[in-house]
């Protein structure tokens, strides 16, 4: 049986409120779990006391194998419980392939109108030296 550490989440629509549970990886989300670890409001302000956790339980269902999600894994590498390492994608930032194809093709209508713009400049500086 694999155990997860995870989220379940309660409370009303619009209004989130998570359960921290371990919980065998096949039953559903919001269903069967084993014990209840913790909580996490997010609704309440970042400065504020959003996540409350069993620091003794949690450490006993990781020495057992329970393996956390993400996001409880972010709980616990604040809490010190557990060490989550960063992750970086570069390419995240990256604009799509349509956005990047737009662009070029704005940089060379740009481009292009820079170059009339010269020439139309030194159009008539060349008719007033031949006059």
């Known amino acids: 049986m694999s155990l ?7 409370g009303s629509k619009k209004r989130p409120y ?25 609704m309440l302000p970042k400065d504020a006391e959003r996540v409350s956790l069993k620091n003794e339980r949690i ?28 992750k970086s994608n570069p390419k995240k930032a990256e604009p799509g392939k349509k956005a990047q194809e737009r662009a070029a093709e704005r940089r ?3 481009e292009d109108a820079a170059a009339k713009a010269a020439e139309a ?11």
Do not use: C, M
């Not at 997860?4 to 309660?10: G, H, M, Q, V, Y």
């Not at 450490?59 to 709980?75: C, I, K, N, S, Y």
């Not at 159009?123 to 007033?128: E, K, Q, S, T, V």
């Open 108 to 110: 060379q209508r740009e």
């Open 4 to 10: 997860k550490i995870r989220l379940a989440r309660a």
């Open 18 to 42: 998570y359960h921290v549970v371990v919980a065998d990886a096949r039953s559903p989300r919001d269903g069967r779990f084993i014990e209840t670890l913790g909580s996490w409001n997010p």
């Open 59 to 86: 450490q006993h269902w990781l020495e057992v194998g329970a393996q956390p999600t993400d996001r409880v894994l972010r709980f616990l590498d604040q809490a010190g419980l557990a060490k989550r390492e960063a």
């Open 121 to 131: 400049a030194a159009a008539p500086a060349a008719d007033a030296a031949a006059e």
